[in-house]
């Protein structure tokens, strides 16, 4: 027991820097990890994490009411903390990685910004973690994110059914938890009206989020947006002609910028729409014009088009409107509205004609 006794004294000496310390490694194994492995191997490290979350949880409140003892089980006790840490750490960052991968920011970032509170408040409100309300709740919403990561992968849909079912799984899973270790922890089982509270308030936060088009729609992304003056096909490529804008430095401040010679002029928005294999769904062009008078958007068509998966490039495809002066956006959306990506440039008329340039 003097080993024991001494990993105790190295952790509670040194536990304020072991916690940030096991979140950041967790952040930076995911980001090098992600970038070498496919969405199939990431999928079965999370849920690695997650079996992982559920058996500390366990041996937290199993040791605590005397139900698991011995050796092994003591040094998991001081360490489980840790290892909770870093692996709600690897979670939440790959969750951050992959939704915000998946939509725009600025309609998504309610959703992604409570990843980011969750993934940051896990270090600062350490102390609390061992409690089971604020444990088994964390647990749920990181299930909950994951399965509305994997189903749609795996069913090629992102239909409601599939995020409702996301939900409605892990109720079930994180239901029959909670009645287990109830039954073998009084900790648990005092705070089971606590928890069936918290949970029920993430499950209808992450509802309200996903009816409102604040979950961005995984798995799809965009690979490439941009907006040109002219498109043309060129064998299996496209051929853009943007403006030259000059030093790098200009191209920098001012490559949102398009300048028109009359007061009505076409402009094409180009986007490289990345799906899985065998997903097939319509998605649509939204452009939309800032109304000064009105100080709001406006939108000024909407144009469909259907995306097949399968390629690494992304499904390309382009619209073109008649653009007047003014700020505009146009919006890559899916077929329910949720925002995959999006285009803001401004639009200002001006004699002659810009330097322009060609490339593929």
């Known amino acids: 027991m003097e080993k024991l006794r001494k990993l105790k004294k190295f952790y509670n000496r040194y536990e304020r820097y072991l916690i940030p310390g096991a979140l950041v490694f967790g952040f930076v194994t995911d980001v090098l990890t992600f970038r070498f492995i496919n969405f199939t191997m990431a999928m079965l490290l999370l849920a690695g994490h997650l079996i992982f979350i559920k058996a500390n949880i366990s041996v937290i409140n199993l040791y605590e009411a005397k139900k698991v003892a011995g050796k092994f089980f003591s040094y998991w006790r001081v360490l489980a903390p840790l290892f909770l840490q870093y692996s709600f750490g690897n979670l939440f960052s790959a969750f951050l990685i992959f939704y915000s991968h998946s939509g725009s920011f600025s309609a998504s970032w309610p959703f992604i910004i409570m990843i980011i509170f969750l993934m940051i408040g896990n270090e600062i409100f350490r102390k609390y973690n061992v409690r089971p309300a604020i444990q088994i709740s964390v647990y ?7 399965l509305n990561l994997l189903l749609p992968n795996l069913l090629n849909n992102l239909s409601i059914l599939i995020f409702l079912g996301s939900g409605l799984a892990s109720l079930v899973v994180v239901f029959f938890f909670i009645k287990i270790l109830s039954r073998h922890s009084f900790r648990v089982d005092e705070k089971r009206r606590v928890l069936f509270l918290s949970i029920g308030n993430i499950f209808l936060a992450m509802n309200v ?3 409102l088009n ?3 729609p ?3 992304s965009i690979q490439e947006i941009g907006v040109y003056h002219e498109i043309s096909r060129v064998n299996n490529d496209y051929q853009v002609v943007t403006e030259d804008c000059g030093s790098w430095i200009r191209c920098f401040l001012y490559h949102e910028k398009r300048h028109i010679s009359s007061s009505r002029q076409i402009v094409y928005l180009y986007s490289a729409v990345f799906a899985p294999e065998r997903m097939e769904l319509k998605v649509s062009h939204q452009w939309q014009r800032f109304d000064d008078e009105k100080k709001r958007w406006e939108t000024a068509a909407n144009i469909p088009f259907t995306v097949v998966g399968g390629r690494d490039i992304g499904y390309r495809w382009y619209t073109y409107y008649n653009v007047s002066p003014g ?8 077929e329910r509205g949720q925002t995959i990506g999006r285009k803001n440039f401004y639009i200002f008329q001006e004699k ?3 330097r322009k340039t060609e490339r593929i």
């Open 327 to 334: 700020y505009w956006r146009v919006n890559v959306k899916t």
């Open 218 to 220: 995984i798995p799809l």
């Open 352 to 354: 002659g004609v810009p």
């Open 209 to 211: 989020f996903y009816f």
């Open 214 to 216: 604040l979950i961005p």
């Open 140 to 146: 749920f919403f990181a299930l909950f994110s994951y």
